[in-house]
């Protein structure tokens, strides 16, 4: 889970599923598809508190990605 003393930020996508690492490139975390798949496969995000290795992974609204110490909740327009 979440650090409880870092707060989270929404990211509103146009349409949901987003794909794990379409976001981390969309929120500028990594730099290119190639480090994205990288820190994927190599444990260091997680998705709901769990570690998530598969960099397809299709997220919806209300998920929370944790890379380093930026926590991320998926939102989109109603």
């Given at each position: 889970?979440?650090n ?6 929404k ?5 949901t ?62």
């Open positions: 889970m979440a409880p003393h870092t707060p989270i930020r990211v509103i996508v146009n349409s599923p987003i794909e794990l690492h379409k976001l981390l490139k969309f929120e500028n975390l990594v730099e290119s598809g190639g480090e994205a798949k990288l820190v994927i496969t190599e444990g260091r995000v997680r998705v709901n508190g769990e570690v998530e290795t598969r960099r397809g992974r299709k997220l919806y609204k209300g998920d929370i990605v944790t890379i380093g110490k930026t926590h991320l909740e998926i939102d989109a327009p109603a």
